[in-house]
């Protein structure tokens, strides 16, 4: 009779051992791969629900109160939580709203790190603590002009349970062909996160923002912007020994592109969560062509943004497509 080979016990545990260590090595790394794919699902349909409602409404500027103590400070201050109730709730499903000092209540976290994993900040709870530079800048003088408000954030919970803050601008203007300050068109800026207060609480993963600009006829962008680059020396030049602004993201990476004009305002309004450095970086917003032409341009020192001659050389900053 034919004797048959079989394993041993030995081998098989063995066999098993090494398979536990290959799943042990490759599992968080595919894990991490599912959640971020999913995280980007579920920001873009946030987005073009907040898009949506807000689209819907006739005017963003306006809502909350602000009451004084006689020297003029502010005593009480409910300008987001009225935004939410008074506007945003009329247009867009809220399950639940947290005034100010309660932002918690809604899954915010207290905590988040910046691009990239750089450094973990305390979350803000009012304009100046997201960038202290949307209340300390100068008037435009060549365009309409506008201040902020230091607001204190509120916040809501969507029915899908995202956790939302909100910081709101209640004197924001309206768009102009003019050079001026990005400040004073900033309306709202939402900073999310998928999954409220469970982790990883990181901007770039669950952690992202939406921003919309103009009292009339508000713009809303939620670019995702591209953690890995530090700003690239460019412009619209055919000078060979600068990049091209226009294609410095595409030949970095095939799924980035250079922000527009708006998204490059929304990173500098949020550049404390992005690590973004103090510079003038180009927008992919074309004004005239030719390399004597114009191109928008935004000041992260200062929140200006410009028309900017295309043959200058300026920074650019990715975002994804």
């Known amino acids: 009779m034919k004797k048959t080979k079989g394993f041993t016990l030995a081998e098989i545990l063995i066999t098993l051992a090494i398979i536990g260590i290959v799943a042990a090595i490759t599992l968080p790394s595919l894990l991490v791969n599912v959640n971020e794919k999913a995280w980007d699902a579920q920001k873009k349909a946030l987005y073009a629900r907040m898009a949506q409602a807000i689209g819907q409404m006739n005017t963003l500027g306006g809502y909350g109160q602000f009451e004084t103590d006689e020297e003029g400070a502010v005593t009480e201050d409910t300008a987001a939580e009225s935004f939410i109730l008074d506007a945003l709730s009329k247009v867009y499903k809220i399950n ?3 005034g100010a000092g309660k932002l918690s209540a809604c899954g915010v976290p207290s905590k988040i790190t ?3 994993a750089v450094s973990e900040i305390t979350f803000p709870t009012k304009m100046s603590e997201l960038n202290e530079k949307l209340l300390n800048f100068i008037g435009a003088t060549n365009a309409s002009g506008g201040s902020n408000a230091n607001t204190k954030a509120a916040a809501f919970e969507t029915v899908n349970g995202e956790s939302v803050a909100v910081f709101y601008n209640p004197y924001c203007g309206s768009d102009v062909s003019l050079g001026h300050y990005a400040q004073s068109k900033i309306c709202v800026n ?8 469970e982790g990883p609480n990181q901007v770039g993963k669950d952690v992202g923002f939406i921003t919309a600009f103009y009292n009339k006829n508000p713009i809303v962008v939620a670019p995702l912007p591209y953690h890995t680059n530090a700003k690239m020396s460019a412009s619209y030049s055919s000078d060979s020994s600068v990049l091209d602004a226009a294609g410095a993201c595409r030949a970095l990476n095939e ?4 922000p527009n004009r708006d998204e490059l305002a929304s990173l500098f309004v949020n550049a404390p969560l992005l690590n973004i450095e103090e510079s003038a970086f180009w927008s992919g917003t074309i004004i005239s062509s030719g390399e004597s032409g114009l191109a928008w341009t935004q000041h992260f020192n ?5 028309k900017t001659k295309r043959s200058e050389v300026g920074y650019v900053r990715c975002v994804y497509r």
Do not use: H, K, M, Q
């Open 114 to 116: 910046t691009l990239g």
């Open 255 to 258: 799924n980035l592109r250079i």
């Open 302 to 306: 200062d929140g200006a943004r410009n």
């Open 190 to 197: 939402f900073i999310y996160d998928l999954n409220g207060s």
């Open 96 to 98: 639940n709203v947290c």
